[in-house]
């Protein structure tokens, strides 16, 4: 079998990708920001003696991990709007779905990095006079926060793939914006293939940014000084 | 002279199982008052409850006079102590701790490390917690390490500025929980040099140390912990040199077994 490839096409349809990927960006930069916030707010609420707030905290990591993604953008799309009787757009949908996503996984790499600071940490801070909130600003979190970092460049990229659940509600990323032009012009393997490329380019850095920082952290025993 | 720390029926309990009974101590203004015993004989434990890392669950603490906690009557009749979270942590910052681990936090310098609680508790801004820092740093004598992360500090410096960041809170009591335990025999002098200075400055200390020389030489009092009850106390050479208690007597055949002449040296 002879195809025979004509990537030219794109190069005039090369802003319309651009939008596309400028869309990719903005709900992948919105959603992560926020799903960080989200997540430490009930990363934490996982680590506190209260027994009412660390159950809050489980329903809400294992209810959004237990989702599968796709059902989590529909049901912000499609069925929230019959409960409060607003209709919703797509990239609002796709904004919340994707950061209450995240902010799940994230709650759980918070948790289980506060869990590896050691018991005398605190126990030096409370003993200095420190409150419990400060305690956690100050002494855990920072020493906690080092050993995410390799954690969160990991979530960072799983989200950037997930953006493209956002074009099964018409969204204009990335992948939205290819399929109109593969429909249009009649050449999906070559507007899929530059799509894959593109993504390829812009997370492979990344994921090595990410091994990068895991073993300068790993090295210094998960404190890194400058 | 004026009462700095005092312990009425001090109990505590995990569970069924009962770690201190009816402590009963008194520590005044600028003594020290080292704590000896076996291990498990509950030396942490009056510690920890003497700054509320553990809350006793019996028996009263006066801190410089004053009632920690409030009293409720209970149910059935018996007194009971509560507790606010924030009177606790106000306790904490006038009782200085120092840890067998130094649990110095690793993220900051030497400096940072003693400069946080002066500056997050006491207000103090960041220029005069820094001379503050260097105060209590040159106490201990290591100063010239104050820009070092712990990680690059030896065992017996980093206890030194775990001294330093509990001086720096101007506590009205030290505690020490055998502070040169986890230490390289090489190092305990150091330490235990810099324990003395703040003892002869008059800060007050109470002491739990395997370190009977230091005791003898620095304690005012004596304490020998057994099975959580203080089992006999008194001046160094009363409970160290002339103990009348059979168990005291067997503890300090346990840890003396093999002695040695004084080395021909001159000391430290
Ligand atoms: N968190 C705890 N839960 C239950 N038992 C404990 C706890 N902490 C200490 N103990 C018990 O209390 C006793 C005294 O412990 P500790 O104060 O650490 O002794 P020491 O410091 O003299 O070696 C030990 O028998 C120990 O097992
Ligand atoms: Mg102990």
């Known amino acids: ?226 | 002279m004026t009462e700095v720390l005092r312990l009425e029926n001090l109990a505590k309990s995990y569970g069924q199982a009962q770690v201190l009974k009816d402590i009963n101590l008194t520590v005044r203004k600028g003594e020290t008052v080292c704590v000896i015993g076996a291990s498990g004989s509950g030396k942490s434990t009056l510690l920890r409850c003497v700054n509320f890392l553990g809350y006793p669950t019996g028996g009263r603490i006066f801190l410089e006079g004053k009632l920690v906690g409030r009293e409720v009557i209970d149910r059935s009749g018996r007194t009971e102590m509560r507790y606010r979270e924030a009177e606790l942590c106000a306790v904490r910052a006038h009782v200085g701790m120092v840890f067998q681990q130094f649990n110095l936090f690793p993220h900051m310098t030497a400096e940072e490390n003693v400069m946080i609680g002066p500056v997050k508790i006491r207000g103090l801004s960041k220029a005069e917690a820094k001379a503050r820092a260097a105060e209590h740093l040159q106490r201990v004598g290591i100063l010239e390490k104050a820009g070092a992360y712990p990680g690059q500090l030896s065992g017996g410096q980093q206890q030194r500025v775990a001294i330093a960041r509990a001086l720096a809170m101007e506590p009205s009591i030290m505690l020490f929980d055998e502070a040169t335990s986890a230490l390289d025999p090489e190092l305990v002098g150091e330490v235990l040099l810099a324990m003395r200075k703040l003892a002869q400055e008059g800060t007050t200390m109470l002491v739990v140390t395997h370190e009977l020389g230091f005791a003898y030489n620095v304690a005012h009092r004596v304490i020998f912990l057994h099975e959580g009850t203080i089992h006999e106390e008194g001046t160094p050479e009363e409970v160290l040199v002339n103990p009348k208690k059979p168990r005291t007597q067997d503890f300090l055949r346990g840890v003396t077994t093999f002695r040695m002449p004084e080395p021909r040296i001159a000391p430290a």
């Open chain 1, 1 to 226: 079998m002879s195809y025979a490839w004509d990537f030219n096409f794109l190069w005039a349809l090369g802003p319309l990708l651009l939008g596309g990927l400028i869309n990719t960006g903005k709900l992948w930069a919105i959603a992560f920001s926020s799903g960080l916030a989200i997540g430490l707010a009930f990363g934490i609420m996982r680590t506190v003696p209260s027994r009412i707030l660390r159950g809050i905290g489980m329903v809400y990591v294992e209810a959004i991990r237990n989702t599968p993604g796709l059902i989590l953008l529909i049901w912000f799309y499609y069925a929230l709007p019959i409960l409060v009787g607003v209709q919703s757009s797509a990239w609002l949908a796709a904004c919340v779905a994707l950061s209450l996503y995240t902010g799940a996984y994230s709650a759980e790499i918070y948790r289980a990095g506060i869990a590896s600071v050691e018991a005398g940490q605190w126990e030096a801070a409370r003993a200095i006079g420190l409150s419990y909130a400060h305690q956690m600003r100050y002494i855990v979190l920072p020493q906690a926060v080092m050993r995410m970092i390799p954690a969160f460049g990991n979530r960072a990229i799983e989200l950037a793939k997930a953006t493209t659940l956002a074009s099964t509600l018409a969204f204009g990323e990335l992948l939205f914006t290819a399929k109109v032009i593969a429909e249009d012009q009649f050449r999906p393997l070559e507007t899929f293939t530059a799509v894959s490329v593109i993504f390829t380019a812009v997370l492979l850095p990344l994921s090595y940014a990410c091994i990068w920082l895991e073993r300068r952290v790993a090295r210094s025993g998960g404190i890194v000084r400058d």
